[in-house]
């Protein structure tokens, strides 16, 4: 082709006068039809170099039109499109013109072009374009539909098949490759997390983007306010913060997600993938996903045992203390009330008696002073727990004393908390140690009897002596308990891990209340990063008033017992 000969993906070349063509030519060709020429390049293909670049592909398919008299030839060309996945915008086009009748003649480089699925690529050779009078010509593979006498065409299905072969191979090398760098802590991700960069002298390595990374410190400062995501996203929209989307389509890098009509449409959803997002904390997180196979490719989120985590690999953008505080608020739903109210106390808030959640009430008519607290378990039967009832005000009177009496002890007596909270911890954690080693005994030796017992009943079906019916029966029972025995197992281990940890977290609190010094007024804030849980309990009017205890149970440290801190006050 010389560099005079131009052609367009849009426009078609001028036709070629039908007295040219041969008499098949004309029956195929009848009417004016055009000449489909169809390329597509892959990701994997192009480290073949120019032999299959988009370039020659058009040069060999537009040179073979012209060569045999084949007129209006148009391109559609799918660049950077997997041969296993069909979905391609130009292919769907090409298809879209076969089924309205405008195609006569379509062309490509080899089989494998048009795809690397040998059932689907069967369907439409064998089906679609003869049903549509499409004559089909793959260049390289000498496959003609017209010659149904030819030897070429026996051999096609082969050929599918071993495209279809070195698709699954590819796919294989590709997936154990990406396995071995996962397992290194090499991040697989092509999508950098909103907040991040990717580093020009690195690129698998992540640099914090300031505007984005205040904006992820607002979203989880929100969260720890006691917000829930759709109060978030409104709350975003309100400040005219750009999404993601839009604000790296304004720093020039593409992002999988559609651009909104307006540019600040936060949605909760969107929230809530920043707030579970793990990367934020400085970690490398690979795994997170995986897909079937090659012909079915969506994304399902794998089960969180199987990720590789790898921490400190980037700059963290949130606390990692903080993240897990997120992670237990987002546990608890924070819904307002039909006025549109809501309290810094919802989801922290418990039964005494029953450990059930206290929903937070409120009405129009209320006053600030009349917002209360009831039990969920009583307001569903009132017989299976007592009325747990506190008014939202003496709430937050009872909790912002509580909080100012440890503060206050903290600030004046530290190495006193130290000392007795130390003294606490170990007397609980020797006892809690102690029956947690006894119950991983009593499980692991029943793990190992359900074993014997599947040994056994497989033999006895083996055997004869057992049914299928009643084999299926018991293995399926074994199985279920035994699932759930490890379950167990596992979560009492990671309890014990969890009392190694006692010192450490006691001196995070003890930095916590040094660093918020004297507090006067509570917000949502210290609130959610201070407490853990909040128990109230029945009211008690056995002296002729109403009277009502609260336990807090305070984060990092649990509960802290108020009567030895008063001794050395007092003392």
Not at 171 to 193: D, F, H, Q, W, Y
Not at 275 to 285: A, I, M, R, W
Not at 431 to 439: F, I, T
Request: contains cysteine; charged residues 30%.
């Amino acid at each position: 082709m010389t560099p005079e000969e131009k052609y367009d993906m849009m426009n078609p070349t001028n036709p070629v006068p039908q007295d040219t063509l041969t008499e098949k030519e004309e029956k195929t060709l009848s009417g004016n039809k055009i000449t489909a020429l169809y390329c597509r390049l892959s990701q994997e293909d192009e480290r073949f170099g120019d032999s299959v670049s988009i370039e020659h592909q058009k040069d060999i398919l537009l040179r073979y039109a012209r060569e045999h008299r084949f007129p209006n030839p148009v391109f559609f060309v799918d660049d950077g499109y997997s041969g296993t996945n069909f979905d391609r915008p130009e292919f769907q086009k090409m298809l879209a013109e076969i089924e309205a009748g405008k195609v006569g003649v379509l062309i490509t480089k080899d089989l494998s072009r048009l795809g690397r699925n040998q059932a689907m690529v069967g369907l439409y050779t064998n089906f679609t374009f003869p049903e549509h009078g499409v004559r089909y010509i793959a260049i390289n593979d000498n496959y003609d539909s017209i010659d149904q006498t030819s030897v070429n065409n026996d051999f096609a299905g082969i050929k599918n098949w071993f495209n279809e072969f070195f698709a699954r191979d590819t796919s294989r090398k590709i997936r154990a490759v990406n396995k071995a760098k996962g397992e290194k802590g090499i991040t697989l991700t092509t999508n950098v997390p909103y907040g991040y960069l990717k580093d020009p002298e690195n690129t698998k390595h992540w640099i914090v983007d300031p505007e984005a990374a205040d904006v992820v410190r607002h979203i989880f400062d929100l969260c720890m306010e006691g917000r829930g995501p759709n109060q978030i996203a409104k709350q975003l929209k309100a400040e005219k913060i750009p999404t993601p989307a839009v604000h790296k389509q304004q720093l020039g890098i593409n992002h999988p997600n559609k651009i909104p009509e307006d540019p600040y449409h936060w949605s909760g959803a969107e929230v809530v993938s920043i707030l579970e997002k793990l990367e934020y904390t400085g970690c490398v997180v690979n795994f997170k996903t995986y897909s079937l196979s090659i012909w079915d490719t969506k994304k399902r989120d794998n089960d969180k045992e199987k990720w590789a985590i790898f921490p400190n690999q980037h700059e963290a953008i949130i606390d990692p203390e903080v993240f897990e505080r997120v992670q237990e608020i987002r546990q608890h739903r924070h819904r307002q009330t039909r006025t549109g109210k809501s309290s810094i106390f919802s989801g922290l808030v418990f039964c005494a008696d029953c450990k059930g959640k206290l929903y937070f009430c409120s009405s129009r008519t209320f006053k600030p002073n009349q917002d209360f607290f009831e039990c969920s378990t009583y307001r569903s039967s009132n017989t299976r727990c007592r009325g747990h009832y506190i008014r939202a005000v003496v709430l937050e009177q009872l909790v912002l004393k509580h909080i100012q009496f440890v503060t206050n002890h903290v600030l004046r007596y530290e190495d006193h908390f130290r000392e007795m909270m130390i003294r606490v911890r170990e007397q609980a954690s020797a006892e809690q140690l102690k029956n947690c080693q006894a119950q991983i005994s009593k499980d692991e030796k029943r793990i190992s009897e359900l074993k014997r017992l599947f040994m056994k009943i497989y033999e006895d079906n083996a055997g004869g002596r057992l049914s299928d019916e009643r084999y299926e029966m018991l293995s399926a029972s074994y199985e279920a308990e035994q699932k759930q025995l490890e379950a167990e197992v596992n979560d009492l281990r990671q309890k014990m891990e969890a009392q190694e940890k006692n010192q450490e977290s006691l001196e995070q609190f003890i930095e916590k209340i040094k660093a918020y010094g004297q507090i006067d007024k509570l917000d949502g804030y210290i609130l959610h990063d201070l407490i853990k849980a909040i128990y109230v309990g029945a009211p008690d009017r056995s002296s002729g008033r109403r009277e009502q205890s609260i336990h807090i149970e305070y984060n990092c440290v649990g509960f802290i017992p108020i009567n030895g801190l008063t001794e050395k006050q007092t003392a």
